[in-house]
């Protein structure tokens, strides 16, 4: 906890808290953390952990659909799990070629989407001081122009996975067609 009358100093606390934001999402200009946790949320937390197992169970067999119904779509790299590993699947982050328009056709649909790190770290204002450059790190570059994140929740009703992941393939099959 921290308590202070200076504005500034509170605003600066606040900052470093949340990632080192800026004035715009995802946009850290300062090296920070993620500590937001408030004593409500931490009370609240406590009462919905006795549901986790669950609720992973549910967002891993929504991922498992998603997986099925988007095998072999042209130019979508889907998350996988790696060996020895269960993931909680807090996000299903697909990778798409042309991911803005593909985004903005969901959109059009009435389908949310995320796209989580827009700009990688070695190139964010936090970061300057290691004089990371465009170019620096092509695959972290390519991924931040890539990536997806489809709707993922436990309540998520399975025939709305198969309607987000049909209008995923339509989307990209329609446009290797276009291609062709």
């Known amino acids: ?46 009462v919905k952990l006795r549901h986790l197992e669950r609720w992973n169970a549910e967002r891993a067999e929504r991922a498992a659909a998603y997986a099925k119904a988007l095998e072999g779509a042209p130019g ?25 328009a593909l985004a903005e056709h969901l959109k059009g649909r009435g389908i949310g989407t995320a796209i989580h790190y827009p700009r990688p770290i070695h190139l964010q204002a936090s970061m300057a001081s290691a004089g990371g450059r465009p170019g620096d790190l092509p695959a972290s570059e390519q991924l931040s122009r890539e990536v997806l994140c489809l709707p993922l929740y436990p309540e998520l009703a399975l025939d709305d996975v198969a309607r987000v992941a049909a209008e995923v393939r339509a989307f990209v099959e329609g446009a290797v067609r276009a291609r062709v």
């Open 1 to 46: 906890m921290v308590t202070s009358s200076d504005e500034g100093f509170v605003a600066r606390v606040r900052q470093i808290a949340n990632h080192g934001a800026g004035s715009h999402r995802y946009e850290n200009v300062v090296l920070g953390t993620n500590s937001r946790l408030d004593t409500l949320q931490a009370a609240i937390l406590r």
């Open 76 to 100: 979508v790299v889907t998350p996988r799990e790696r060996e020895g590993a269960r993931s909680a699947w807090h996000l299903y982050t697909i990778r798409a070629q042309e991911r803005d």
